[in-house]
């Protein structure tokens, strides 16, 4: 697979000196568009920035075949073909009864072990660093897989921000509770509000994503508006979608999936070709838009990124 970096910003700071040199090593993660200034630390900080904020219009002519090393999936398909269970379980729900969801005005409640908890709104989190345009592989637990170009922050940024104390040991995150727009809250299929969660180094590792756009455009309702989680080298399910709650804690949170039926959803879950879910394999995937299936591979592919942080677990007992 062919790999590329494009970082187009003007960043000063120390830490994103590291970070590109990081950038240049890394399979198939490109950061381009970066838009506005340093990394924005205090409250007045933020203030200044939000002139620079916007997202980006997507670069259509960069993001080829011949310089991904894969196509990106379509915007027809990433937008129609959705889980968000709180919308429907079927793929084409969400598209349908999410029209008219309301993702703005959007607060979300950060509480737990850190300095800074509080009520934040959207404006204040996304300014806490630059936003960017990565193309992420994304693997489903259900054996699919997309392509998609993410416009967001690192998860790091934010979490910076809230200042966390050491104690710290897990990050979780929940989803808007609210049946009257969400009607697949109606059901008992999950636990609502949804829940996730990240052991805290898995937080703050680089490839974290909070997504507010795709293909250069804000977030469509059904890919988890205003504001979501993507971590690209885990399953899907990991990646929440309408965050309205960030807590640091000391102890493994609860997740919904994990709840709903523990012996086919680890907390971990991260993407691995040798453990299979108790009813399907994981060895192949299919990429959405084509037809035949190609195989999956560890931790989705970036493994030269992520997996110093399962050093010495055992990957079928913690899966
Ligand atoms: N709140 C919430 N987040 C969610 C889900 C959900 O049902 N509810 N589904 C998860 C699953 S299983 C997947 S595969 C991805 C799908 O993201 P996409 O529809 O943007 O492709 O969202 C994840 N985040
Ligand atoms: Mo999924």
């Given at each position: 697979m062919l790999i590329k970096t494009i970082k187009i910003n003007d960043i000063k700071s120390s830490e994103i000196t590291s970070e590109s040199s990081y950038y240049a090593r890394r399979d198939f993660l490109i950061s381009l568009?970066?838009?506005?200034g340093g990394i924005a630390l205090g409250s007045l900080a933020l203030e200044s920035k939000a002139k620079d904020l916007k997202i980006s219009e997507f670069k259509e002519n960069k993001w080829t075949k011949e310089y991904l090393g894969e196509s990106l999936t379509s915007f027809d398909d990433i937008t129609n073909y959705n889980n968000f269970y709180e919308f429907g379980t079927r793929k084409t729900d969400p598209s349908k009864n999410a029209k008219?969801?309301?993702?703005?005005p959007w607060t979300i409640i950060v509480d737990g072990l850190c300095g800074n908890p509080g009520r934040y709104s959207y404006d204040q989190i996304i300014r806490t660093s630059n936003l960017e345009e990565r193309v992420y592989r994304f693997r489903c637990v259900e054996a699919w897989s997309m392509v998609v170009p993410w416009v967001g922050v690192p998860l790091k940024s934010v979490i910076n921000l809230f200042n966390p104390l050491s104690k710290a040991k897990y990050v979780a995150f929940e989803t808007l509770l609210d049946p009257k727009q969400m009607?697949?809250?109606?059901?008992?299929?999950?636990?609502?509000?949804?829940r996730e969660g990240l052991r805290f180094d898995e937080a703050i590792n680089p490839l974290a994503l909070l997504a507010v756009g795709i293909y250069g455009k804000e977030l469509p309702n059904q890919n988890g508006a205003p504001i979501r989680l993507v971590v690209p080298w885990k399953y899907g399910f990991k990646s929440i979608k309408s965050i309205v709650r960030i807590s640091f804690s000391e102890h493994e949170p609860q997740t919904s999936w994990n709840m709903a039926s523990a012996s086919e959803y680890?907390?971990?879950?991260?993407?691995?070709?040798?453990?299979?879910?108790p009813r399907w394999s994981q060895k192949k995937e299919r990429r959405i838009g084509e037809f035949f299936k190609q195989p999956s591979l560890m931790f989705n592919g970036y493994q030269n990124e992520v997996e110093s942080l399962y050093e010495g677990m055992n990957l079928r007992k913690f899966f």
């Open positions: 568009t970066a838009i506005g008219d969801f309301k993702s703005k009607p697949g809250q109606k059901s008992n299929i999950l636990e609502w509000p949804y680890g907390f971990y879950s991260n993407v691995n070709p040798e453990v299979s879910h």
